[in-house]
């Protein structure tokens, strides 16, 4: 059969485009313009980057704010600012278009594509996220906001109403916080309908569907996923928008509208968004478990199936963060119950990775180092999220230090930890260079001690009864020692995510070349020059299984012969 | 792990017990709805614990293990692919360690949210305030803030405290850990929550949901009082507001500043609802909501300038002079 013959050798022998005769200029005009995915790809990852450090340095003064009872580094109402802007910043521009943009450089490559299937729709999406971002920081200086000008959104990332109204925020700090998200909103859509034409019409020949990379279908179901919760998102948004400004009452109790419809719009799109960050930390991982340990993932199929099944239970999960307004006793056991659900095709996830790693022969380098943080801190954070799912005890620890704790280590401990693995594992197919492993090691190690010194105590917190969004706290209730302890280790991760930033710029210019594929994977991006061609293979590529370079590498005992 | 956090937050609180105030601590139940979270509470840490320790345990081995012994061994593992039959063994059990533990949930649920309210219960209507708590008996015909005061209940004669929370402006949200879980006060809507405290004493807690500037300092303070003590506390507040004379000035100038805008002391002109009802001021040892101690030199300094104990509070600060403040301090100070 003439499609035995893999034709993936043939896209090595290209050389990269030389562009060392460009002036600055032009390839910043190059940049500007581009619409390849590759280049789209890097500059979300960058943007997010930025902004990572951006909302980092709030929550390091937010902690410096909360380091002892009646500490005076911020005021009230710049605390309230940083938290909102924290928060809404690692969501909407960091969290988001981070994921996105590897999924925008990577899905192409690892589908045997030259581009996405809509690369003009790939460069708006990007520049509406970006102006979004400028926008929401544009309030800083120019959101004549409640507190004289120089404001910011000061109302929670979640802006329950009627905080949001005209009569308690006056200003503008609301408008440019529900604008911006409505803006890079779009952008998101954008991207998400473009990551479902890319993975349905993009494949080259021979991959189907069931031999598609894991995290190609991870990312297209959750760009399913973002599809449907965005727009209630969006929707709230304009409805608040018309309630500030054209007097409408959706949710202006003080004419009768309803608090608690904000709640449900704002949960239906903020429950599956947790997924939406979450599940490309999975792709990640699905990746880079199987390459360090040198196995095939464990269990392919029922990781698509708990991928869909996830995404499905987590549209009916939302009021999980509602067991405190009031709802009846009927709708408190549902929520517990079809939350408690989602832990199975979770656990099954979990399984199938240490599945994986068993019987391998697991390399301990940066990348995989990353993963196992994230493997461990994912556990721990499903069984704190199996704890607040049961309702009463989420009565006690709702809006809590604990709820703080739960979500940090999705956010941090499993997203944040594989967003630092992912850029390990792939920056040398981008750049051409390796990021150091040495440093690779500090950031590992100080990252970990840090997030655990603070988050692992943050739950203790939660326990004495510390309330999240509070500026400041009485000295009389004990929470001294541990606020404290949960601010160093803050800092400790602050020194560690510096040492990442020093590693991703030496090794640009100093770092060992990479060769086309360093670590010795199985997916195609790793068949082509690093950094990539423009038009990424030279030749379209055909495969036979999952692991198109495993058969390559090991024509003695391909893959095909085992996958149905 | 859950018996870890336990055992650790315990140990923390032994050596706590010269505070003047009882510690907050979910762990430290006083009130049934409070303690049957408790006891749910140490049976999910047992369930999720037991979880742990399995997974993290194979995940830990695992890693140990199946470590590479050089970093790049030439020759590569054996490849499997999955196992239909393993992969059903692990989604049946966590399905039926869900089932248990819905089970025992649903029973918490339906046992403190549906539990019949008992006819002697005493009822009371929160409503929250940027950035204060008012507080109405209207069995009792009492109105105050701030510190809320709710008889003992005894396992033989229960007396039960059914509170009716509501809003006058955002959403609130009224919790103290050792009494019960939290229940959100949210404008246009009533919610109701119980209480049956068994041990007398103070129990603090504050606002729980993000209410504005000042959410921080919207403090909760809840005395439970034995049969003696609430009675007198009842008695107290039934007394007509203070006519004494020598402070006739002092009373003026309340009764002349917007004081009586936005403040009531019963038998004067002040009617206001902005504010906390001030006819038996005194009878509270803390002032706005917990932020400070109620004493003479504190009322003066909040009187001149709110800020000073709670930035953005929305009582402004009034521009009274030296001899006006004084004068008010006196006043106030008879409000008992
Ligand atoms: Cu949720
Ligand atoms: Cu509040």
């Given at each position: 059969m003439a499609d035995q013959v893999l034709t993936i050798p043939d896209s090595l022998s290209v050389s990269p485009p030389q562009i060392a005769d460009e002036t600055f200029l032009e390839r910043l005009h190059g940049w500007?313009?581009?619409?390849?995915?590759?280049?789209?790809?890097?500059?979300?990852?960058?943007?997010?980057?930025f902004f990572l450090f951006v909302a980092g340095a709030e929550a390091l003064c937010i902690r410096i704010q909360l380091l002892r009872a009646h500490n005076h580094f911020l005021s009230a109402a710049v605390f309230n600012r940083f938290f909102t802007m924290h928060g809404t910043t690692m969501v909407f521009l960091v969290g988001m278009p981070i994921l996105f943009g590897f999924a925008n450089y990577l899905i192409p490559l690892m589908i045997g594509a030259r581009d996405m299937a809509f690369p003009r729709l790939n460069a708006f999406s990007f520049w509406l996220t970006a102006f979004g971002g400028l926008l929401l920081y544009f309030s800083f200086i120019g959101g004549f906001g409640l507190y004289g000008v120089g404001s910011a959104p000061d109302v929670g990332w979640f802006a329950y109403a009627p905080l949001t109204a005209r009569a308690f925020s006056p200003g503008h700090s609301t408008d440019y916080w529900a604008l911006a998200l409505i803006v890079s909103g779009f952008g998101t859509l954008g991207t998400a309908i473009n990551i479902i034409a890319t993975v349905l019409s993009m494949r080259c020949r021979g991959m189907t569907l069931w031999r598609m990379p894991l995290f190609a279908w991870l990312m297209f179901v959750v760009s399913g996923l973002t599809l449907i919760t965005i727009t209630p998102l969006t929707a709230a948004q304009i409805m608040l928008l018309i309630d500030r400004y054209l007097g409408g009452h959706f949710f202006d109790t003080q004419a009768g509208g309803s608090a608690v419809v904000w709640m449900h719009f704002f949960w239906i799109f903020g429950h599956p968004e947790v997924y939406v960050l979450v599940m490309p930390a999975f792709a990640i991982a699905?990746?880079?478990?199987?390459?360090?340990?040198?196995?095939?993932?464990?269990?392919?199929?029922?990781?698509v199936a708990a991928s869909a099944?996830?995404?499905?239970?987590?549209?009916?999960?939302?009021?999980?963060?509602?067991?405190?307004?009031?709802?009846?006793?009927?709708?408190?056991?549902?929520?517990?119950?079809?939350?408690?659900?989602?832990?199975?095709?979770?656990?099954?996830?979990?399984?199938?990775?240490?599945?994986?790693?068993?019987?391998g022969r697991i390399r301990f380098a940066t990348p995989m180092l990353f993963c196992i943080g994230f493997l461990f801190q994912f556990l721990l954070a499903g069984l704190t999220g199996i704890m607040l799912s049961v309702s009463p005890l989420d009565w006690q620890l709702h809006n809590s230090y604990f709820v703080i704790a739960h979500f940090h280590y999705v956010l941090v401990g499993a997203i944040v930890f594989n967003i630092f693995a992912a850029i390990y594992y792939?920056?040398?197919?981008?750049?051409?260079?390796?990021?150091?492993?040495?440093?690779?090691?500090?950031?590992f190690w100080l990252f970990l001690i840090g997030f655990h010194i603070t988050f692992d105590t943050m739950h203790f917190l939660g326990f004495m009864g510390m309330p999240r969004s509070i500026y400041t706290f009485e000295p009389d209730r004990g929470w001294d020692r541990l606020n404290m302890i949960v601010s160093i280790g803050g800092f400790i991760q602050g020194v560690a995510v510096l040492i990442f930033a020093v590693n991703l710029v030496w090794s640009y210019y100093r770092g060992q070349p990479a060769g086309d594929d360093p670590w010795d994977a199985w997916t195609l991006e790793w068949a082509t020059a690093s950094p990539p061609p423009e038009y990424n293979f030279a030749t379209e590529p055909v495969v036979r299984s999952r692991r198109p370079l495993w058969d390559l590498k090991h024509p003695e005992d391909p893959d095909w012969r085992y996958e149905q | 792990m859950g018996i870890g956090f336990l055992l650790w937050t315990r140990a923390c609180f032994a050596a706590d017990t010269v505070r003047p105030s009882s510690p907050i601590n979910i762990f430290a139940p006083a009130s049934t709805p409070a303690s049957e979270i408790y006891h749910l509470t140490l049976f999910v840490f047992a369930i999720t614990g037991a979880m742990f320790v399995v997974v993290a345990g194979l995940l830990c081995f695992a890693v140990f293990r199946f470590r590479a012994r050089k970093l790049y061994e030439a020759s590569e593992p054996p490849q499997i692919y999955g196992s239909n039959q393993i992969e059903l063994a692990w989604t049946v059990i966590p399905v039926l360690t869900v089932v248990v533990l819905f089970l025992a949930t649903a029973r918490v649920i339906f046992a403190i949210q549906d539990a019949p309210k008992p006819p002697a219960a005493l009822d009371v209507t929160v409503i929250g305030h940027q950035f204060w708590w008012e507080y109405r008996y209207p069995s009792l015909g009492i109105v105050t803030a701030n510190e809320l005061h709710v008889p003992l209940s005894h396992l033989n004669h229960p007396t039960s405290t059914y509170l009716r929370l509501t809003s006058a402006d955002v959403d609130h949200s009224f919790w103290v850990p050792q009494l019960a879980g939290k229940t959100d006060l949210i404008p246009n809507r009533v919610n109701e929550m119980w209480i049956d405290p068994q041990?007398?004493?103070?129990?603090?807690?504050?606002?729980?949901?993000?209410?504005?500037?000042?959410?921080?300092?919207?403090?909760?303070?809840?005395y439970v009082?034995?049969?003696?003590?609430?009675?007198?506390?009842?008695?107290?507040?039934?007394?007509?507001?203070?006519?004494?004379?020598?402070?006739?000035?002092?009373?003026r100038v309340f009764e002349t500043q917007a004081c009586m805008n936005c403040h009531t002391v019963t038998g004067t002109a002040a009617t206001g609802r902005f504010g906390?009802?001030?006819?038996?001021?005194?009878?509270?040892?803390?002032?706005?909501?917990?932020?400070?101690?109620?004493?003479?030199?504190?009322?003066?300094?909040?009187?001149?300038?709110?800020?000073?104990?709670?930035?953005?509070?929305?009582?402004?600060?009034?521009?009274?002079?030296?001899?006006?403040?004084?004068?008010?301090?006196?006043?106030?100070?008879?409000?008992?």
């Open positions: 500007v313009v581009t619409v390849d995915h590759k280049k789209l790809g890097i500059l979300y990852v960058l943007y997010s980057v699905n990746e880079i478990i199987p390459v360090f340990s040198r196995k095939a993932i464990f269990g392919y199929p029922a990781m099944a996830i995404a499905f239970v987590s549209l009916g999960v939302w009021a999980h963060h509602m067991f405190t307004v009031g709802m009846t006793s009927v709708s408190n056991a549902f929520f517990t119950l079809s939350t408690m659900l989602v832990g199975v095709p979770t656990g099954i996830k979990i399984f199938n990775w240490v599945a994986t790693m068993w019987g792939w920056y040398p197919k981008a750049t051409g260079r390796m990021l150091s492993e040495r440093l690779g090691k500090w950031h | 041990r007398p004493g103070l129990y603090l807690g504050q606002c729980a949901q993000f209410c504005g500037v000042e959410h921080a300092k919207m403090l909760l303070r809840v009082d034995t049969p003696e003590q609430f009675t007198a506390w009842v008695k107290d507040q039934h007394r007509p507001g203070n006519q004494d004379p020598s402070v006739a000035a002092g009373r906390p009802d001030l006819t038996h001021f005194m009878s509270r040892s803390t002032l706005a909501a917990g932020a400070a101690v109620n004493n003479a030199a504190n009322i003066r300094e909040w009187l001149k300038s709110p800020d000073h104990f709670k930035q953005g509070s929305l009582m402004p600060a009034m521009q009274l002079s030296d001899q006006q403040l004084d004068e008010l301090v006196a006043y106030l100070s008879t409000l008992h």
